[in-house]
């Protein structure tokens, strides 16, 4: 999955957002006003993290803290978020040997874990517009 396949895959979800509060560059996926995807690119500074993620797409997720760990444990491409909380966050750096449907998954278990931190009243308005599986796929 590349950068675009991914900011396109993001805004597929129900009701997602797109904005740019830290520039051009860096694209934030919300729903309901809450962040549940950041996409960028590590330009020269991906280099400290290896060689391979120079100017590499990565996008920021929400994600269970033990799940983090296991998918830290199976995937290299699956890192502790980049300027975000390390605890309920992972960057996945794009590269072609993360699979593709693994980062369509955790865009939407990021997806389902924002929903289900949203007020009641909006999370209930939008399990009233869409189907379960649409939401928490």
């Given at each position: 999955?590349?950068?675009?396949e991914?900011s396109?895959?993001?805004?597929?979800?129900?009701?997602?957002?797109?904005?740019?509060?830290?520039?051009?560059?860096?694209?934030?996926?919300?729903?309901?006003?809450?962040?549940?995807?950041?996409?960028?690119t590590t330009?020269?500074?991906?280099?400290?993290?290896?060689?391979?993620?120079?100017?590499?797409?990565?996008?920021?997720?929400?994600?269970?803290?033990?799940?983090?760990f296991?998918?830290?444990?199976?995937?290299?491409?699956?890192?502790?978020?980049?300027?975000?909380?390390?605890?309920?966050?992972?960057?996945?750096?794009?590269?072609?040997?993360?699979?593709?449907?693994?980062?369509?998954?955790?865009?939407?278990?990021?997806?389902?874990?924002?929903?289900?931190?949203?007020?009641?009243?909006?999370?209930?308005?939008?399990?009233?517009?869409?189907?379960?599986?649409?939401?928490?796929?």
């Amino acid at each position: 999955m590349d950068y675009k396949e991914a900011s396109y895959y993001c805004m597929s979800r129900p009701e997602a957002v797109r904005e740019y509060p830290f520039g051009p560059d860096v694209e934030v996926f919300k729903v309901k006003d809450k962040m549940f995807g950041l996409l960028a690119t590590t330009g020269e500074k991906g280099k400290e993290l290896g060689a391979e993620y120079a100017n590499c797409a990565f996008l920021n997720l929400k994600c269970d803290p033990e799940e983090a760990f296991m998918l830290r444990d199976i995937f290299p491409e699956v890192l502790p978020a980049y300027h975000m909380s390390k605890k309920h966050w992972i960057s996945v750096v794009l590269v072609d040997s993360m699979p593709e449907k693994e980062i369509e998954r955790l865009i939407d278990r990021s997806y389902g874990l924002v929903l289900k931190g949203l007020k009641k009243a909006d999370r209930l308005q939008l399990e009233l517009q869409y189907a379960p599986e649409e939401l928490y796929r």
